[in-house]
């Protein structure tokens, strides 16, 4: 079995253009960031165990909800799809590296420095962002958040977008110049078309967050009134340009989650991807609606009626490609001889949890109801069932998945069987609650409660301790199998796409030829 060459220092990390190392070093930036955001979280959940305040005051624990937010979205979801899109796309389309080897070491390290500032901000005079991970205006204004912490925000904020946007470049040059001889556009696999489109939703929408935020710091420390009524500026603007960027955000952060789905279900079920062309207009359909309901954020703040019927039309219209994608899951799964291994497990626990944030997200399309939803514990669950199942229980499987193939050692199954279960309880035990707490009319991002959210709070903060715990589980499976010898072969499920046919680990440029498509 051919070897990876043996890894050197820091400054052979620093300095490396290898695109399966600049993956890893992805994956572990953002492992190291799922503790550091989910200790965010146990603070606020433990704050709101019970109804008044016993470990923070008000203001540092809107600080924690809105930099647990921000690590999670920034440093923990974006950066883990970048590492199985830097480590497994050119593999996958038959390419020996990325297009520009250079600008993917840049890219990369420009992120752990952003991560750094961002959560550096918890630490100066005034403390972190306090005003939530939509910075809006006139919270984020000087007046009410005079610290410098929020311009550290802004600027992690800015170089996480860099990254992004070179990482996006990147990734699509590679995949129109660099497939396979015969790997044409409609043969190749889901994952590689699932991070071809996020890329271009990260070109297109990136730029307008920095232009948002660039603003946000003009307002605050160089006398403009882009947001400030007082100078003829709108703070609703803001939130329109925030939100343009920030609605397809949610697409980028679950988008390579439908491809990794889609890879490990196919090849746990014995079977191809039912319906390869519907699903891959589907992903164009869902990039496409995405970005044009930005607005369905902002029902409450005065919209003309026709706008907000329109941005309602076009989200649940959302709902018809996403439907597309779930049938052609379940549609592969059925007949299949299925090998429910921990990654599949995974996988069909993405599918029941993303389908119920699906659902609860069709009902806030609705602006009658959102009225009475927004800014409560409906959007909080809603929005975690899709992100915190959606994306992390298919991170999770691509973890499982792709693990032999990275280091030719298979994680335990057994205890990979009890890293999902308590994932999945603890997830549900979290999040289930908080549907009825916001239909009982609980605003988010307060401190303290009226006790008649207690008991449903309670259970909440119970829930997220088995969730955070379970997430142990990884790291102390990843620890025994890295002391195992080298077991896993080149092809332990069977797979049938080009990653498969190299060994495990790949060698340096991925194919000793390379290959032709047929």
Same mark, same amino acid.
């Given at each position: 079995? +051919?070897?990876?060459?043996?890894?050197?220092?820091?400054?052979?990390?620093?300095?490396?253009?290898?695109?399966?190392?600049?993956?890893?070093?992805?994956? !572990?930036?953002?492992?190291?960031?799922?503790?550091?955001?989910?200790?965010?979280?146990?603070?606020?959940?433990?704050?709101?165990?019970?109804?008044?305040?016993?470990?923070?005051?008000?203001?540092?624990?809107?600080?924690?909800?809105?930099?647990?937010?921000?690590?999670?979205?920034?440093?923990? #979801?974006?950066?883990?799809?970048?590492?199985?899109?830097?480590?497994?796309?050119?593999?996958?389309?038959?390419?020996?590296?990325?297009?520009?080897?250079?600008?993917?070491?840049?890219?990369?390290?420009?992120?752990?420095?952003?991560?750094?500032?961002?959560?550096?901000?918890?630490?100066?005079?005034?403390?972190? #962002?306090?005003?939530?991970?939509?910075?809006?205006?006139?919270?984020?204004?000087?007046?009410?958040?005079?610290?410098?912490?929020?311009?550290?925000?802004?600027?992690?904020?800015?170089?996480?977008?860099?990254?992004?946007?070179?990482?996006?470049?990147?990734?699509?040059?590679?995949?129109?110049?660099?497939?396979?001889?015969?790997?044409?556009?409609?043969?190749?696999?889901?994952?590689?078309?699932?991070?071809?489109?996020?890329?271009?939703?990260?070109?297109?929408?990136?730029?307008?967050?920095?232009?948002?935020?660039?603003?946000?710091?003009?307002?605050?420390?160089?006398?403009?009134?882009?947001?400030?009524?007082?100078?003829?500026?709108d703070p609703v603007l803001f939130q329109h340009i925030f939100w343009f960027y920030s609605h397809p955000a949610v697409y980028i952060m679950i988008l390579p989650g439908f491809g990794i789905v889609s890879e490990v279900i196919s090849t746990m079920s014995r079977k191809k991807l039912?319906?390869?062309?519907?699903?891959?207009? /589907?992903?164009? /359909?869902?990039?496409?609606?995405?970005?044009?309901?930005?607005?369905?954020?902002?029902?409450?703040?005065?919209?003309?009626?026709?706008?907000?019927?329109?941005?309602?039309?076009?989200?649940?219209?959302?709902?018809?490609?996403?439907?597309?994608? #779930?049938?052609?899951?379940?549609?592969?799964?059925?007949?299949?001889?299925?090998?429910?291994?921990?990654?599949?497990?995974?996988?069909?626990?993405?599918? #029941?949890?993303?389908?119920?944030?699906?659902?609860?997200?069709?009902?806030?399309?609705? +602006?009658?109801?959102?009225?009475?939803?927004?800014?409560?514990?409906?959007?909080?669950?809603?929005?975690?069932?899709?992100?915190?199942?959606? /994306?992390?229980?298919?991170? !999770?499987?691509?973890?499982?998945?792709?693990?032999?193939?990275?280091?030719?050692?298979?994680?335990?199954?057994?205890?990979?069987?009890?890293?999902?279960? %308590?994932?999945?309880?603890?997830?549900?035990?979290?999040?289930?609650?908080?549907?009825?707490?916001?239909?009982?009319?609980?605003?988010?991002?307060?401190?303290?409660?009226?006790?008649?959210?207690?008991?449903?709070?309670?259970?909440?903060?119970?829930? /997220?301790?088995?969730?955070?715990?379970?997430?142990?589980? %990884?790291?102390?499976?990843?620890?025994?199998?890295?002391?195992?010898?080298?077991?896993?072969?080149?092809?332990?499920?069977?797979?049938?796409?080009?990653?498969?046919?190299?060994?495990?680990?790949?060698?340096?440029?991925?194919?000793?030829?390379?290959?032709?498509?047929?």
């Amino acid at each position: 079995m +051919a070897e990876a060459p043996a890894k050197r220092n820091f400054l052979y990390y620093l300095t490396t253009v290898n695109h399966k190392d600049i993956g890893m070093m992805y994956l !572990m930036q953002a492992l190291t960031f799922l503790f550091v955001g989910g200790f965010m979280a146990w603070i606020i959940r433990a704050e709101l165990a019970q109804p008044g305040l016993q470990f923070v005051d008000g203001q540092t624990f809107n600080q924690m909800t809105a930099m647990h937010a921000s690590v999670m979205i920034f440093f923990v #979801i974006i950066p883990a799809f970048a590492g199985f899109a830097n480590y497994f796309m050119p593999i996958m389309i038959g390419s020996p590296d990325m297009a520009f080897p250079r600008l993917n070491n840049w890219s990369f390290w420009i992120m752990p420095f952003s991560a750094m500032l961002a959560v550096g901000s918890l630490f100066v005079p005034g403390g972190a #962002i306090a005003a939530g991970w939509t910075a809006y205006p006139p919270l984020s204004n000087a007046l009410y958040s005079p610290g410098a912490g929020i311009d550290m925000w802004i600027l992690a904020v800015h170089l996480a977008g860099a990254s992004s946007i070179l990482g996006a470049l990147n990734m699509i040059v590679t995949m129109l110049n660099m497939r396979a001889p015969g790997m044409t556009l409609f043969k190749m696999p889901m994952f590689p078309w699932a991070v071809m489109v996020t890329a271009w939703l990260q070109l297109v929408a990136t730029p307008v967050l920095a232009g948002a935020i660039t603003m946000l710091l003009t307002d605050r420390n160089f006398g403009t009134a882009f947001f400030n009524p007082a100078g003829g500026g709108d703070p609703v603007l803001f939130q329109h340009i925030f939100w343009f960027y920030s609605h397809p955000a949610v697409y980028i952060m679950i988008l390579p989650g439908f491809g990794i789905v889609s890879e490990v279900i196919s090849t746990m079920s014995r079977k191809k991807l039912f319906g390869y062309t519907s699903m891959v207009w /589907a992903l164009i /359909a869902i990039a496409l609606l995405g970005q044009v309901v930005w607005a369905h954020h902002m029902y409450t703040v005065g919209m003309d009626v026709k706008a907000q019927a329109m941005f309602m039309f076009m989200t649940m219209l959302i709902a018809v490609p996403t439907g597309i994608k #779930i049938f052609n899951w379940l549609a592969t799964m059925w007949g299949g001889s299925i090998e429910f291994t921990t990654a599949m497990k995974f996988s069909v626990g993405f599918l #029941i949890l993303f389908t119920i944030g699906g659902l609860s997200g069709v009902v806030l399309a609705s +602006a009658p109801v959102d009225y009475m939803m927004h800014d409560t514990y409906y959007v909080v669950a809603h929005f975690h069932y899709t992100m915190a199942a959606g /994306a992390l229980f298919s991170i !999770m499987a691509g973890v499982y998945y792709w693990f032999p193939k990275m280091y030719g050692r298979m994680l335990s199954e057994k205890i990979g069987f009890f890293h999902f279960w %308590l994932t999945f309880i603890g997830m549900n035990v979290t999040f289930f609650p908080q549907h009825f707490l916001g239909m009982m009319g609980m605003p988010r991002r307060i401190a303290d409660y009226n006790p008649i959210y207690a008991d449903l709070n309670f259970l909440s903060s119970m829930g /997220a301790f088995i969730f955070g715990s379970a997430q142990l589980l %990884l790291v102390i499976n990843v620890i025994l199998t890295m002391r195992k010898p080298q077991n896993a072969g080149d092809n332990p499920w069977g797979g049938h796409t080009l990653e498969w046919t190299v060994s495990s680990p790949p060698p340096e440029h991925n194919f000793h030829k390379i290959p032709v498509v047929s």
